[in-house]
């Protein structure tokens, strides 16, 4: 049985890099990237033990293996790597429902990645509940980007309830800013 939690232990965290080295878009076929989604952000281990210190992320678990995860990431480590500076950078400007993001009650995901074998059994949105009923307390948003054309990834979190709220583009690449109220 699955089980979804927060992390505790290095050895989980040792977990969420294994799997996010094993789906970096870097490390897989066009085509298997295509259809199976894929990360594009590399966090090492060090910068996972700092978010966790800020906020433990939420995992899911097949008996001892780490085979999902949704990173949780604070305004307190927004600085503290470049692709989530510039994404919080990003939501900070971002309008919704006539206000402007920056000063709201935010969280970021920082990244969320199903295994392999784990993929299409609705884990994505086990964590997602999960991560939303662990912090919704703190936060009414929970924001993320997504490459556009990682079209799986959209759609898992479209069913979450993310809509898209924005768009932007860096590295050349165009990504969709999704956005969780959780006020409603």
Known sequence: MIEIKLTETDKELIGIRALQESNLHRNLSIEEASEEGFVTASYTLEFLKYM?????????????????????????????????????????????????????????????????????????????????DALREKYDFALTDVVSSNLRSLRAHEKTGFIVAGTLQYGGVDWDLVLWDWTR
């Open 52 to 132: 966790h210190e800020a906020h433990p992320s939420v995992i899911a678990k097949d008996g001892d293996e780490v085979v999902g995860y949704a990173l949780v990431a604070t305004h307190a480590v927004r600085h503290q790597h470049d692709l989530l500076k510039g994404l919080f950078s990003e939501i900070d400007a971002l309008e919704y429902k006539g206000l402007i993001m920056k000063g709201r009650r935010y969280v970021v995901v920082g990244q969320l990645c199903v295994g392999k074998g784990y993929r299409g059994k609705g884990l994505a949105k086990r964590m997602y509940d999960f991560f939303r």
